[in-house]
């Protein structure tokens, strides 16, 4: 069974915080009454993070959004791992669906996973002939200026030779 670290004992009546920590309702609850000034907001025991011990009235929320209103110090129900849930011909059962399934994933992740490499080869082809295309345009740009600057020169020269 879990330990709570605020009492160092088994968890009685586990509560979870926003932050994922879990503790025992009552020591969560002195931890929130030891405060000395009254706040709304309090921090976690164990990683400072901040929550909030003030719950909002569900009749200011709309209806729809209500289903999605939780507390912020929420009760917790953990399975004892001592517990067999299935009985063992089932359990055999669904350990083999889930490998085969675990299986059939893993094919599927390394077709897409060559598609993807695939797709990145010809990306970068393209990219690679989009630069040299780039390159060569600029390249063709600066010799085409250099002609007209040398035609420039070349007709200034006759028309003063004329």
């Known amino acids: 069974m879990p330990v709570c670290s605020i009492c160092i004992d088994e968890l009685k009546t586990p509560v979870s915080l926003p932050c994922g920590h879990v503790f025992c309702h009552e020591c969560i609850v002195r931890v929130v ?4 000034s009254y706040t709304t907001m309090h ?13 909002m009235d569900p009749g200011l ?36 669906r889930m490998s085969a399934e675990n299986v059939a994933l893993r094919v599927n992740c390394g077709l897409w996973r060559k598609r993807a490499e695939v ?23 600066r010799e085409r200026d250099e002609w007209i600057k040398r035609y ?11």
């Open 33 to 36: 009454n030891a405060a000395r």
């Open 43 to 55: 921090t976690c025991p164990a990683c400072r993070a901040p929550y909030p011990v003030v719950t």
């Open 61 to 96: 929320v709309p209806e729809y959004l209500r289903p999605h209103l939780l507390p912020s110090i929420r009760r917790i129900y953990l399975d004892d791992p001592d517990r067999k849930t299935l009985p063992p011909s089932l359990e055999s059962a669904e350990c083999g």
């Open 119 to 141: 797709h990145a080869a010809a990306t970068l082809g393209l990219l690679g002939l989009a630069r040299q295309a780039r390159d060569c345009a600029i390249q063709m740009k």
């Open 152 to 162: 420039s020169s070349l007709k200034r020269c006759r028309e003063e030779d004329e």
